[in-house]
């Protein structure tokens, strides 16, 4: 038998070893694009990673390698997920965190991945900005094990005082959860692995629970029941208080009668409550949360999740009355804020609840604006502004802060979201924290709104700017550009729209949105006026599972000719998506074409570039800025354009904006020209104009 490992030993052998050498992580799905963009993330965030597509792949890489952490897809052929997972559990116990990444909708398999000694999970779609800065808060969590360590010391509070069983029932008298569980795994809904009520004490005991459980929910006070039980051939004596958990759940404490039995509340208590400050613990947050936020869900709500830590030249929270005092402080102060989420089911709620270590958690419901957190914000500013303190301590608080449903819609998902912006926030020396994405919280919450607002609206506009044929100057193609009509800021630039859009997840559907606008803007037009049309694809829509899928349906509501369409990308995107052939290939299928911008800046190997299935190479505009007055720039265009020409390719040369460099590029050979200098940005009107325009004088 395997011997118990040691944690304590465990964590401090972690810490050491990956202050030495970056984190070790082995992902695990079979989707090859996921599993490039979990390759790609993890490395971007600094960790050492191997990657595997099957469940017997990774359990080969887990036992060389070693790793301090594994995302494990649960969906996969042969051996899924979750048989992994009890696979790696079994030969390597509690030495890695395994989070399990799935659909929101899978709650039987999430459940289940939870039985096998999955740590956590998280949803697709995954919100990569987010997930990014989620790594390092997972493998802190981890290695102090803050939770597990709750986790145990409230076992051994609950073991003191209630011997035999304290848990969560519901109406009917189904055990949802064990809150002796000394797991450090968080399970809700009704567990297989739990007896019911009648196999644990027999119908006639179980039916007076029942009725007991039935009574506690209608009066709303608690409830005792003397009863005997059966262990082993042996009669005891026991005692089950009952004690109102939520509209439908109570909680029920069985214990050995003695002269000194426990109260309810004082295993309420216990079990929910932090002992030094007085405040709800992570775990009755995490259960509150659960609720509220599927709520605001379902009422289509925003909310707020909040951490904050209070950091200083020394461990203050050690010192349990200046604990308690700045505890009792942030809780008054987030309480004056009418959206504060009581945590709890009783009158006079706390507001604030203690995470591990000096973390404070709260919520604000109902968030709309930037402007609504910003009060509060700066309330905890001022509170926490040391030249207030009598006592002259320094305090160095931050403040992550995730937003539903932007940054995840589960509780697991927002409290990492928002306990890695708050480490970056600490790290950055910022006291109001950091939206998970790192786009300021405040921005998020206004731009999040105003970006659906505009999608509704249709404030989304397209702007075009033509390519011409180097030679006749005849228009070959034009790229569409996205620009939003903003009611009050007047025109947003692609910049900026393409930052807000990847921080509140719209990427995709603001990418579907221009695809659509696009195709029907100059789909009708007659063939003497035609044009080839470029529409620009960002990494995140490149490697969709459905972008094929999403092109096919787009063209043919438009009745667009795919072979008049053409994708382009980045290097560093087409470089990621070249590990998974399929991807191009179900675009080429199509008869879209495919052209690579911005060549030159990447870190593209001429290897893998000669298998791309690409049409035209675009020169940067920076080599061709210069490419009148340096040489080397000059000398780079040149050399683009003849390799281009080699593998069949054309050459297009962009930000093209004066004469002379007009003329440079046609003397070493680009086929198209694109700049200020053919045309700025034209509407569709416009557009139509030129393009007519340009075709009869070329004719």
């Known amino acids: 038998m395997r011997q118990k490992i040691d944690r304590s030993r465990l964590r401090l052998a972690a810490s050491s070893d990956t202050e030495r050498r970056a984190a070790r992580v082995v992902a695990v799905d079979d989707d090859p694009a996921m599993l490039v963009l979990l390759e790609e993330t993890l490395v971007e965030a600094g960790f050492e990673v191997r990657c595997a597509d099957t469940g017997a792949g990774a359990i080969e890489i887990c036992d060389s390698f070693g790793p301090d952490l594994v995302l494990l897809d649960i969906n996969m052929p042969g051996m899924d997920g979750i048989e992994t997972c009890a696979?790696?559990?079994?030969?390597?116990?509690?030495?890695?965190?395994?989070?399990?990444?799935?659909?929101?909708?899978?709650?039987?398999?999430?459940?289940?991945?939870?039985?096998?000694?999955?740590?956590?999970?998280?949803?697709?779609?995954?919100?990569?900005?987010?997930?990014?800065?989620?790594?390092?808060?997972?493998?802190?969590?981890?290695?102090?094990?803050?939770?597990?360590?709750?986790?145990?010391?409230?076992?051994?509070?609950?073991?003191?005082?209630?011997?035999?069983?304290?848990?969560?029932?519901?109406?009917?008298?189904?055990?949802?959860?064990?809150?002796?569980?000394?797991?450090?795994?968080?399970?809700?809904?009704?567990?297989?692995?739990?007896?019911?009520?009648?196999?644990?004490?027999?119908?006639?005991?179980?039916?007076?629970?029942?009725?007991?459980?039935?009574?506690?929910?209608?009066?709303?006070?608690?409830?005792?029941?003397?009863?005997?039980?059966?262990?082993?051939?042996?009669?005891?004596?026991?005692?089950?208080?009952?004690?109102?958990?939520?509209?439908?759940?109570?909680?029920?404490?069985?214990?050995?009668?003695?002269?000194?039995?426990?109260?309810?509340?004082?295993?309420?208590?216990?079990?929910?409550?932090?002992?030094?400050?007085?405040?709800?613990?992570?775990?009755l947050f995490r259960r509150v949360a659960v609720n509220v936020i599927a709520d605001a869900l379902l009422h289509d709500r925003s909310l707020a999740l909040f951490s904050l830590s209070i950091g200083s030249g020394e461990s203050w929270f050690r010192d349990e009355n200046l604990l308690r005092e700045l505890a009792a402080t942030l809780d008054r102060c987030v309480a004056e804020d009418p959206r504060h989420v009581p945590v709890g089911e009783q009158d006079g709620a706390a507001a604030v609840a203690r995470g591990a270590g000096n973390e404070f958690l709260f919520m604000l419901d109902d968030v709309r604006t930037g402007a609504e957190v910003n009060s509060l914000l700066e309330k905890l500013r001022t509170v926490f502004d040391s030249e207030s303190r009598d006592d002259g301590l320094h305090l160095e608080p931050a403040i992550g802060v995730a937003i539903l449903p932007s940054d995840g819609n589960d509780p697991e998902t927002l409290l990492l979201a928002a306990a890695s912006a708050r480490i970056e926030a600490r790290t950055a020396g910022r006291f109001a924290g950091r939206h998970g994405s790192s786009v300021p919280v405040l921005e998020v919450l206004d731009y999040a709104g105003e970006l659906r607002e505009a999608l509704e609206k249709d404030q989304l506009e397209l702007h075009y700017q033509p390519r011409i044929d180097a030679r006749s100057g005849s228009v070959t193609c034009a790229e569409a550009l996205l620009r939003w009509n903003h009611p009050l800021r007047g025109y947003v630039g692609l910049d900026e729209i393409l930052r807000y859009a990847k921080a509140t997840g719209l990427i995709v559907e603001i990418g579907d949105r221009v695809l659509r606008m696009a195709c029907n803007t100059v789909a009708g037009w007659p063939a003497d006026e035609a044009c080839r049309l470029s529409v620009n694809l960002s990494r995140q829509e490149l490697l969709h599972p459905e972008l094929a899928a999403r092109l096919t349906t787009i063209l043919s509501e438009a009745r667009f000719d795919p072979g008049r369409l053409e994708i382009e990308v980045t290097e560093a995107a087409l470089m990621r998506a070249e590990q998974s052939p399929s991807i191009l290939a179900s675009i080429k299928a199509l008869g879209v074409g495919l052209v690579l911008d911005d060549f030159g800046t990447g870190h593209s190997s001429l290897a893998t570039l000669k298998d791309l299935p690409l049409d035209a190479l675009k020169i940067d505009r920076s080599f061709v800025a210069r490419a009148t007055e340096d040489s080397a720039s000059a000398a780079i265009c040149e050399i683009i354009a003849i390799m281009a020409h080699k593998m069949g390719l054309v050459a297009i040369a962009e930000g093209v904006e004066t004469e002379a460099q007009f003329e440079k590029m046609v003397a070493i050979g680009c086929d198209e020209l694109q700049g200020f200098l053919v045309s700025r940005p034209l509407d569709a009107v416009d557009l139509r104009e030129f393009v007519a325009a340009r075709q009869t004088g070329a004719n």
């Open 87 to 283: 696979s790696l559990r079994r030969a390597a116990g509690q030495d890695f965190p395994i989070v399990m990444v799935t659909s929101v909708d899978d709650a039987t398999s999430i459940q289940a991945a939870f039985e096998a000694g999955a740590t956590d999970f998280i949803v697709k779609p995954i919100n990569w900005p987010i997930f990014q800065r989620r790594l390092d808060s997972i493998m802190a969590e981890w290695r102090h094990a803050g939770q597990l360590d709750e986790n145990r010391q409230r076992l051994a509070a609950l073991q003191r005082v209630a011997p035999e069983q304290v848990m969560l029932v519901s109406r009917n008298g189904l055990i949802i959860e064990d809150l002796k569980d000394h797991s450090g795994v968080h399970r809700s809904g009704p567990l297989a692995a739990f007896p019911t009520l009648d196999e644990m004490y027999g119908p006639e005991t179980a039916t007076r629970f029942k009725q007991c459980i039935s009574s506690v929910l209608k009066t709303c006070q608690p409830k005792s029941l003397r009863f005997t039980a059966v262990e082993w051939g042996r009669e005891r004596d026991c005692q089950a208080d009952f004690q109102v958990d939520g509209r439908d759940r109570v909680i029920v404490v069985i214990q050995t009668v003695t002269e000194d039995l426990s109260t309810p509340r004082e295993i309420y208590e216990l079990a929910f409550h932090d002992p030094a400050t007085g405040l709800p613990n992570r775990h």
